[in-house]
Nanobody
Framework: QVQLVESGGGLVMAGGSLRLSCAASGRTFSNYAMGWFRQAPGKEREFVATISWSGGTTAHADSVKGRFTISRDNAKSKLYLQMNSLKPEDTAIYYC???????????????????WGQGTQVTVSS
């Protein structure tokens, strides 16, 4: 059974930093593209960042480009999201997700991800 467990969320002042982690188990982590998504209260889940199975290709939403960085450690089966220069509008529950297709390219679309974590809350105060 595939499991994704996020950690690293919390309360931070505007301008601060957080590093989210996602520990994966249940299938060969290194075979699948991964993504980070977030959902703020009253809003739809939105794309944040995605990374290819090898880690060689990444993409970030325009709203976080230059501030957030996605990375992965395939030897540890872990996904990361380094978040710098945080803003109050970054407040949301952050989810990691594993792509449904082996060796696929990166994707920003929620319907291309088969497995999701339970989420970790990030709150940025002004």
């Amino acid at each position: 059974q595939v499991q994704l467990v996020e950690s690293g969320g919390g309360l931070v002042m505007a301008g601060g930093s957080l590093r989210l982690s996602c520990a994966a188990s249940g299938r060969t982590f290194s075979n699948y593209a991964m993504g980070w998504f977030r959902q703020a209260p009253g809003k739809e889940r939105e794309f944040v960042a995605t990374i290819s199975w090898s880690g060689g290709t990444t993409a970030h939403a325009d709203s976080v480009k230059g501030r957030f960085t996605i990375s992965r450690d395939n030897a540890k089966s872990k996904l990361y999201l380094q978040m710098n220069s945080l803003k109050p509008e970054d407040t949301a529950i952050y989810y990691c997700a594993s792509h449904k297709q082996i060796w696929s390219g990166i994707s920003a679309h929620t319907d291309e991800y088969a497995y999701w974590g339970q989420g970790t809350q990030v709150t940025v105060s002004s």
